[in-house]
């Protein structure tokens, strides 16, 4: 440990008894919070990393190597089997990992209970489609009859238009 650092955790140890001692006098205005106290930074307000020594860097690194080398030896024994596999065990395989990367999946009585709901709403805006739609037939043919009855009746009205008022009387050939 360097003399800088141990000066530092003294300075640290004496604020820390000191705020203690306030404390308990009942002297202390400032509440007492956990955590390191502000008085306690660090020299400078600078903020110090911490750092691993070389060896432990060195049992990182040979762990991840280790990962690696694993990882590597179990792709080159899958690769000559794969190779060597039918196509259709290679779409297999393909599918298999294809699964294996999906997140989530649907138990069969969630899907079930999801596609009875669906179902449900489709019946039932088919229901309101059909019901409209025959709305829709009644209402034409309410218009249509009362289209024919309005033609009959201007046709009829057409005639008794064209029809004279007075009376004509046929004339009679002279003989």
């Known amino acids: 440990m360097r ?12 604020s820390r008894l000191q705020q203690v001692r306030a404390l308990l006098a009942g002297t202390s205005t400032e509440m007492w919070k956990p955590g390191r106290p502000a008085s306690t930074s660090l020299v400078g ?10 060896e432990a860097r060195e049992r990182i690194a040979a762990a991840q190597r280790a990962r690696w ?3 590597k030896k179990a792709a080159k024994k899958a690769a ?16 298999l990992r294809t699964k294996s990367k999906k997140k989530r999946t649907l138990s069969a009585g969630a899907r079930a209970k999801i596609a009875a709901a669906q179902k449900a709403r489709w019946a039932k805006v088919r229901k309101a489609a059909k019901k409209a739609s025959t709305a829709k037939v009644s209402k034409k043919s309410a218009l249509a009859k009362k289209a024919v009855s309005a033609t009959r009746a201007s046709a009829s009205k057409k005639k008794a ?8 009387t046929p004339v009679k050939a002279a003989s």
Do not use: F, Y
Not at 87 to 94: I, L
């Open 161 to 168: 238009a064209v029809a004279p008022t007075t009376p004509v």
């Open 69 to 71: 080398a694993k990882s």
């Open 45 to 54: 307000n600078a903020r110090t990393r911490r750092r691993l020594s070389a």
């Open 3 to 14: 003399i800088q650092d141990i000066v530092v955790e003294i300075d640290a140890e004496i």
């Open 80 to 95: 000559p089997s794969t190779a060597a596999a039918s196509p259709a065990k290679k779409a297999a395989a393909v599918r």
